[in-house]
């Protein structure tokens, strides 16, 4: 069982940088591959980056490549979303999820443990 608390969320001028973070309970994070999704209002909950558990391997959403970067300390059992040059659209709930498989990461079904999110608002 894995719990997950997000934090870092909040108000941000287009063109600015926020950080989120994951905070995991459980001896076993290390072993999951751990993404971040949002959903905005009105919206499907959509992906938007994965680490794998020993963080060698990331995967992105076309919208968020080369603004975005995922990582993760495996010895704080924390994963974080760096966020640059953020943009209106970025506007969403970030919500942090973990998995055991390696596959298919960047599907929503594939995780099973889901933090509550934290609200992101880009404003223009």
């Known amino acids: 069982q894995v719990q997950l608390v997000e934090s870092g969320g909040g108000l941000v001028q287009a063109g600015g940088s926020l950080r989120v973070s994951c905070a995991a309970s459980g001896r076993t994070f290390s072993t999951y591959t751990m993404g971040w999704f949002r959903q905005a209002p009105g919206k499907e909950r959509e992906f938007v980056a994965a680490i794998r558990w020993s963080g060698g391997s990331t995967y992105y959403a076309d919208s968020v490549k080369g603004r975005f970067t995922i990582s993760r300390d495996n010895a704080k059992n924390t994963v974080y979303l760096q966020m640059n040059s953020l943009k209106p659209e970025d506007t969403a709930v970030y919500y942090c999820?973990?998995?055991?498989?390696?596959?298919?990461?960047?599907?929503?079904?594939?995780?099973?443990?889901w933090g509550q999110g934290t609200q992101v608002t880009v404003s223009s």
């Open positions: 999820a973990a998995t055991k498989t390696s596959v298919g990461v960047t599907a929503h079904s594939a995780y099973a443990y």
